[in-house]
Nanobody, 124 residues
Framework: QVQLVESGGGLVQAGGSLRLSCAAS????????MGWFRQAPGKERNFVAA????????YYADSVKGRFTISRDNAKNTVYLQMNSLKPEDTAVYYCASAGRPYGLRSTYGYDYWGQGTQVTVSS
């Protein structure tokens, strides 16, 4: 069993920045990849970004490319999501997840464990 705990969400004005963190209860190097998803009220949970653990390859949704950056810190068993130039449409609950396989990372089905989520609200 793996526990993932997100933090760093909050309320920010449009154009602002936030950095989300996701701490894992075991060595993140044991995962093939980790990802971030988000879910707005009444909508599906959508892919935001992912990072493969061995090569550090990153993947982004088109809607966040150039604004968000995913990174990892093996020593801290933590993955981060730096979010810049935030827009009101970025408002959602953000979830991190771990994957045991290095493929299918843009789908929720590619992940085995999920955090409880952290709220991000961007005001206009």
């Amino acid at each position: 069993q793996v526990q993932l705990v997100e933090s760093g969400g909050g309320l920010v004005q449009a154009g602002g920045s936030l950095r989300l963190s996701c701490a894992a209860s075991r060595r993140t190097s044991s995962f093939s990849a980790m990802g971030w998803f988000r879910q707005a009220p009444g909508k599906e949970r959508n892919f935001v970004a992912a990072i493969s653990w061995s090569a550090g390859t990153t993947y982004y949704a088109d809607s966040v490319k150039g604004r968000f950056t995913i990174s990892r810190d093996n020593a801290k068993n933590t993955v981060y999501l730096q979010m810049n130039s935030l827009k009101p449409e970025d408002t959602a609950v953000y979830y991190c997840a771990s994957a045991g396989r290095p493929y299918g990372l843009r789908s929720t089905y590619g992940y085995d464990y999920w955090g409880q989520g952290t709220q991000v609200t961007v005001s206009s």
